[in-house]
C-alpha cells in the first residue's frame, strides 16, 4: 500500500483544517519544502498536495509551491484544489505534478474530465470522491451536492478511473479515525484503487487501511500532531 503525505496549502503555507472549514485553520510550517523534504529524507516516495486557496477560488493558485517541491525533491505528487479547466491541468503537469485529482469538476463538468481520461490517460487522472453523509461535496467542501459517493464512483469506473481518494469530511482532521465500514463498500462494489483519506490517526489505523485493501492512505494531521511519527510510516514503505 502506497503511504502518501498530505501537504495542504493556503498562502503558501502548510496548513491543516478541520472538517474542511477554512475558520478551523492551522499553520504548521512557512515553509512547504522544508516539509516535503522531511517526507523523502524518511524514505516517503509519495506526496498529497492541495491547494486550497485554488479549491475555494476554482482556479490553480499556488503552482510556484508545487513547482518548488517538484523541482526539490524526487517526491511523486498528486496534486487537487482548483484544478477546474484544460489551463489548470497543463499548468499543474508543467510545474510538476504526476497527478492530478478531479474534485469538484468531476461533479460539474463530468465531460470535461472524460476529456482528459482520454487525453492524458487514466494514470494520470485521480477522482477526488469527497464525501459528507455520502452526499459527495465540492468548491473546497463548501457545497453540498445531491450526489451519493458509491454511484458518483461506479459512474466514473465506466468512464476508465482507476483511481479514487476518499474523503469522509465529518472525519476529516478530527483524530477519530477512518471511515473503515465506508471503504470496505466501495471496494466491495467498485473495480477502483481506492486511497483513503481522513481520520487516520495512528499507525493502526494504516494497517487496517491497508487490510481491507486500499492501495493508498493519506496521512495528515496525524502527522502534523505528532499522532505517527514519520519513522514509523518509513517501515511500512
Sequence with gaps: MRIIPAIDIING??????????ATQKTYNENPVEVARSFEDAGIKYLHLVDLDGAKSGSIVNHKVLESIATQTNLIIDF????KSDTDIQKAFEYGASQITAGSIAVKNPE??????????????ILGADCN?????VNGWLQES????????QGYQEKGIKAVICT??????MLQGPSTNLYKEIIGSANIN????????????????????????????ALYEGK???KELSKLC
Design 194 to 221: 481506492l486511497i483513503a483519506s481522513g481520520g487516520i490517526t495512528n499507525i493502526q489505523d494504516v494497517l487496517d487501511m491497508k487490510a481491507i485493501g486500499c492501495e493508498g492512505a493519506i496521512i495528515g494531521k
Design 13 to 22: 503555507k502548510c496548513v491543516r483544517l478541520t472538517k474542511g472549514d477554512y
Design 146 to 153: 445531491d450526489t451519493d459517493v458509491l454511484e458518483f464512483i
Design 112 to 125: 470535461k474530465v472524460t476529456e482528459w481520461l482520454s487525453q492524458y490517460g487514466p494514470d494520470k487522472i
Design 228 to 230: 505517527i511519527e514519520l
Design 80 to 83: 487537487g484544489g482548483g484544478v
Design 133 to 137: 453523509n455520502r452526499k459527495i461535496a
Design 168 to 173: 469522509d469530511i465529518a472525519k476529516d482532521g
